[in-house]
């Protein structure tokens, strides 16, 4: 497995910002699809936004025209963009990757970062 190192999550207000990072290590071959996910207390994993090594994105229902995904394919980093934040929103944040090293694929996740949106 590749680490994933998470950072940025926090306590805001609702109608605020925060702004989650995701580093994987530099020595990987190639990372295609990147995503972030979230668990809140007594629910599944849903997906929140994914983008793939050719800047397609994709948006649950739920963030669409409030969160934003982007990467940084040289860095092997990721970033997403929250705005307009709502209590519902608060979670455990998850980075995902998956891609080959060059020697095997791997599909990796972070171990989360913890957003907290306060009414």
């Known amino acids: 497995q590749v680490p994933l190192v998470e950072s940025g999550g926090g306590l805001v207000q609702a109608g605020g910002s925060l702004r989650l990072s995701c580093a994987a290590s530099n020595n990987i071959f190639s990372i295609n699809t990147m995503g972030w996910y979230r668990q809140a207390p007594g629910k599944q994993r849903e997906l929140v936004a994914t983008i793939t090594s050719g800047g397609t994105t994709h948006y649950a229902d739920s963030v669409k025209g409030r969160f934003s995904i982007s990467r940084d394919n040289a860095k092997n980093t990721m970033t997403l963009q929250m705005n307009k934040l709502k209590p519902e929103d608060t979670a455990v944040y998850l980075c995902?990757?998956?891609?080959?090293?060059?020697?095997?694929?791997?599909?990796?996740w972070g171990q989360g970062t913890q957003v907290t949106v306060s009414s």
């Open positions: 995902n990757a998956e891609g080959s090293t060059g020697y095997t694929l791997f599909n990796s």
